[in-house]
C-alpha cells in the first residue's frame, strides 16, 4: 500500500520543481531591490505606502486566482511568443534601472517579468481577468523627484492656504508663507509626503481597490468615484494637516514631530477610507433613486475542490532553467553596468576657493537674506538636503549695486539625491515665479555660453532677479528631466559625477529693472569665475 502512494507524491513534487526554479529567479532579481526599498524609500514618509500596495497586489493576485479557478474561468492557453519578449523587456528595464538607480525602470520591471510569464504560461484572456492585480502594482513604484515636485508644489500651497483659512476661521493665529504655517510660535512645513502626489496615488489606489471589491456594475457610477477620489485626497490631506498643527499648538513641537506625527498619517488614510465610503453611499443612493440595479458582485471566495491548483499546469524543465539562466544573467549585467564615484580633482572647501574681493566686487557681511540652501547637519545627503558644500554671500561694488551669492555643490549626482532648481525651492519658500527664460552666459572669452536661465519671482515682500547655471559632470542640463537623462548618460559610462549649482540674484523693484539686473549678475559671474583660483574654476564652470 505504501509504494502505491509514492508515485503520485514523487510526480507532485517533480511537477512543482520547474515552478521553484522560476521562483528561485524571481527571488535572485527582487529580493535585493525589496532590501533596497525596504532601507531606503520605502522607509520614508513619501513612499510609505509601497509595503501595503505590494501586500495587497500580491494578496489580490492570489484571491483573484483562486476565484477564476472556482468558477472554471482559469484558462491554460499558453502564447510564449508573446510572452517571453514581455519577460525579456522587463528584464532589460530591470538591468537598466537596478544598475543606473531608476526605481521606475526597475521596481516597474517587476510587472513586465510578472504579466510576461503569466502570458507565456497560461494566455492573453487568463492575464486581461487579472489584470487589475498587476494594474494595482504600478502604484507601489517610488515616482521620480522631478515630478514630484512639479506636481506637488501647487497641491501642497493649496492644501497650506484652505489648512490657514479654515484654522483662522476657528479663531487660531495662524499665517503661511508659501508652505509653511505659522501657528502661535511654532512654524510647520507641509512637507511632500503631508499633502503631495504620493499621498494622491495611494488614496486614488485605495479608492480604485475598493471598487474592485465592491465591483458595481454601473461604469457611470465607477468613473464618478474613481475622479472624486482626487477631492477626497485633498480634503484627507487638509484634515491631517488641521491635526498636526493643532497637535503642535496645544502640545509642542516635540508632540507634532514625534509619535503624533505618524499618527496623523493614519488619520489621513481613516479620513479618506470614510470619504470614499460616504462619496459611495451617495452615489449609492442616487442611483437606486433612478430606479437602477446597484447591487455588484463583490469578490467571491468559494471553496475549491481538492486538486483545483493543478489547473496551473505544469512547466517544463527546460524552460524554467532558461529563465533562471536569464534572470541570473540580468543581476550580474545590472552589477557590471552599476556606476563609481569619480571623485573631481578638483574639489576643495567652497569658501576657500571663491574670492571675498574680486575687481570692484567685495562681501558684505551681515547682508540680505537669501533664498534658502540646506545642508544636513550630520554630513549626510538626502533627498530634501542633497548637497555636500553651501556657500552663500553678498557682494557690493562702488556703486552700490548688491548682488546675493549661492553656490550649492554636491560630490554625487545619482537619480535620487540631485541640485535642486530654483523654480522649485523659490515657490517652496512662498515665492510666485513670475518669469522663467532661457539666458546664454558667456563666461569665458575662450568657451562657449553656458546654457543658464533668467528668472524673476516675487514673495516674502520683495521682488527677486535671479540668475543661475547648474553643472552636472561636463554638462549644463535645464530643466529635472534634462538633469535625470546627463546622469543617466553618465551612468552608463560607468561613473557618478558632481554638480554645481551657481545662483546671481538682485532685489528689484519692479519688472522694469529686471534687464539692467540680469546685466549686472552676468558680469559679476564673469568676474567671480575669472578671479577664482583654478580649482575653484573647475567647480563653476569645467
Partial sequence: MAHSLNPPVAGSRLALTPWIIVLAGLAALYIPTLIDLFRGEWSSDRNAHGPIVMTVAFGFLYFRTRQLISQQLFERSPL????????????????????????????????????GLMIAFFGVRT???????????????????????????????????????????MGYPIARSG????????????ADACAGLNSLFTLEALGLLYMNLVR?????????????????????????????????????DAAGQGFLHSFSGLVLFLSALLLIIGVDSALSWMVRRGGASDEGAGLQLPALQPGAWHQLGRVTP????????????????????????????????????????????RELPGAVTQAELSTAEDGGRNLEQ???????????NSQGQQVMLALAYAKEQRQDVKLHLPEICYPAQGYKVISLTPAPLSMTASAPPLPGKHMLATGQGRLEAVTYWTRISDAYPQGGLAMRMQIFRDGLRGKVADGILVRASMLVRD??????AYAVQDDFLRQLVAASDPRGHALVAR
Avoid at 94 to 110: A, C, T
Avoid at 228 to 239: D, G, Q, V
Avoid at 386 to 396: E, F, G, I, K, Q
Avoid at 511 to 516: F, M, N, R, Y
Fill in 127 to 169: 492575464w486581461s481577468r487579472m489584470w487589475f492585480a498587476f494594474f494595482f502594482m504600478l502604484f507601489m513604484i517610488p515616482l521620480p523627484a522631478s515630478i514630484v515636485d512639479v506636481v506637488t508644489l501647487p497641491m501642497k500651497i493649496a492644501v497650506s492656504t484652505a489648512t490657514e483659512h479654515l484654522l483662522y476661521w
Fill in 179 to 190: 508652505v509653511i504655517l505659522t501657528i502661535g510660535q511654532y512654524q510647520l512645513l507641509v
Fill in 318 to 361: 527546460r524552460v524554467a532553467v532558461g529563465l533562471l539562466v536569464g534572470m541570473l544573467v540580468s543581476v550580474g549585467a545590472a552589477w557590471a553596468l552599476t556606476p563609481t564615484l569619480t571623485p573631481n580633482p578638483h574639489t576643495i572647501d567652497l569658501a576657500g576657493s571663491v574670492p571675498t574681493r574680486f575687481g570692484d566686487w
Fill in 511 to 516: 519688472d522694469s529693472e529686471a534687464a539692467a
Fill in 386 to 396: 542633497p548637497y555636500d558644500d553651501v556657500l552663500m554671500r553678498t557682494y557690493v
Fill in 80 to 115: 510564449p511568443a508573446l510572452g517571453f519578449p514581455v519577460v525579456a523587456a522587463g528584464l532589460v528595464c530591470y538591468v537598466l534601472g537596478r544598475s543606473q538607480g531608476v526605481h521606475v525602470l526597475e521596481v516597474g520591471s517587476l510587472v513586465l517579468v510578472l504579466a
Fill in 216 to 252: 458595481h456594475p454601473s461604469l457611470v457610477r465607477n468613473v464618478l468615484l474613481a475622479m472624486l477620489i482626487i477631492p477626497i485626497s485633498f480634503t484627507a490631506n487638509t484634515i491631517r494637516i488641521i491635526f498636526l498643527s493643532l497637535i503642535t499648538y496645544h502640545y509642542g
